[in-house]
């Protein structure tokens, strides 16, 4: 029996569910995860394999799509998010990308917010659309604009909620309603939060979409990503995987299941410093306006509250002037690290409108309110002191 189906844990708290669901042990009785390092599987007999094939016996067949120590991982995060099923990828973008090829075809609609990951974009307007997806952008907020582009054909509403890097609120439970009323389903993207702050499901979603490679794994090191939902729904994304095969490698869930361990503490560790660094920066001369739902200026503080635990780690803001500004506080740091990634135990800071942003057009950045002195940060395990220091440096540089 599956330990994801043992009564016990059916009575375990998050933190204890983030350490011990998802485990299988093999005979040899190992305490911590095994790690599957196997293309395929070996039959007891002709019979048993085409069983195997045919779906008659459960069991593994090939690693493209079953792997002992991948479903450990798809276990875990299915009992953290409270879903049935999941189906880990190879990154956050296949999880995207498998999701709409699983469940849209040519001729269907689907709402995606502006305020979303550059690249998450580019995959709606450019790549879906050659394969006739039609794809409307609207404002994260207000809701009525939601509402008002609905078509008879919209298939799929889209949304990161906080957004990618302003920390806009959606109010999940009003888009779900929305979303329902069209007979459309409603896709949350909880990377900025993971299910140690926000269940997206818990509120009327009827899919999740994580990067595994930001905070799930916590430390810089994997790419992967992960859906999850009902379990039929996550059948026809595995279907879409099983052909495909945008396929998470065994090693990378391995480290995924280590990092989920620690998940919560680290979340709570995140936003607590983020905080601080979001009301420090407020009170800076040369700092312009402050994005973070934990302050309780932000516009979706309120929401923010009532669906999340905690804040997260990411915040944003903008510095007087312009991209030259901006760039001269970045590369006057030197103890955050310049890359796009986030969700490291590592400080990180970027400059979206030439980075993870730079593929969408000048006016779509606009639109976003990407401008061209907003610098995203994303705030790591450092003591708090050292990155206020860090930070203060890049800001003196402006004078």
């Not at 875990?76 to 189906?87: F, H, Q, S, Y």
């Not at 409307?136 to 949304?159: C, H, I, M």
């Not at 934990?294 to 503080?301: A, D, F, I």
Request: proline share 4%.
């Amino acid at each position: 029996m599956s330990k994801r189906d043992d009564p016990v844990l059916d009575e375990l708290q998050w933190q204890s569910l983030a350490v011990r669901s998802g485990i299988t042990r093999s005979p040899e009785g190992e305490h911590s995860e095994a790690l599957f390092l196997t293309s395929s599987y070996v039959f007891d007999s002709a019979e048993h394999a085409a069983a195997r094939f045919a779906g008659d016996d459960p069991g593994n067949v090939y690693s493209r799509y079953t792997n002992p120590t991948v479903r450990s991982f798809e276990e875990r995060l299915a009992a953290l998010e409270g879903a049935e099923a999941c189906v880990a990828t190879a990154s956050g973008m296949a999880a995207i990308l498998s999701t709409c090829m699983a469940l849209l075809k040519a001729g269907d609609h689907v709402i995606c917010s502006r305020d979303v990951f550059g690249t998450t974009r580019t995959l709606f307007s450019k790549y879906l659309a050659n394969f006739g997806v039609e794809v409307s952008f609207v404002p994260l907020l207000p809701v009525d604009g939601w509402r008002e582009a609905l078509q008879d054909n919209t298939r799929l509403l889209y949304l990161e909620t906080p957004s990618n890097p302003l920390c806009e609120v959606a109010d999940i439970a009003s888009m779900s309603a929305i979303a329902r009323s069209s007979g459309a389903l409603l896709v949350v993207d909880n990377c900025f939060c993971s299910p140690a702050l926000q269940r997206p499901l818990s509120f009327g979603a009827d899919m999740v979409i994580h990067s595994a490679t930001k905070y799930l794994d916590g430390q810089g090191r994997c790419v992967g990503g992960a859906v999850l939902g009902n379990r039929e729904l996550m059948d026809q994304v595995l279907g879409f995987l099983r052909s495909c095969g945008p396929t998470m490698s065994a090693f990378n869930a391995w480290v995924f299941l280590k990092g989920l361990e620690t998940l919560s503490l680290r979340m709570q560790a995140h936003s607590a410093s983020a905080l601080l660094m979001a009301t420090w920066l407020q009170d800076q001369p040369n700092v312009e306006a402050v994005f973070y739902a934990g302050l309780k200026s932000h516009p979706g503080h309120a929401l923010a509250a009532k669906q999340q635990s905690a804040f997260g780690g990411v915040l944003s803001f903008r510095v007087h002037g312009g991209k030259a500004e901006a760039w001269k506080v970045i590369d006057a740091t030197r103890l955050m690290s310049l890359t796009a990634n986030l969700g490291d135990a590592k400080t990180t800071i970027v400059h979206p409108a030439t980075t993870t942003h730079s593929r969408i057009s000048v006016d779509e950045r606009r639109e976003a309110g990407i401008t061209d002195n907003l610098i995203r940060i994303a705030v790591g395990l450092e003591d708090i002191d050292d990155l206020k220091a860090d930070l203060g440096r890049g800001l003196a540089s402006l004078g």
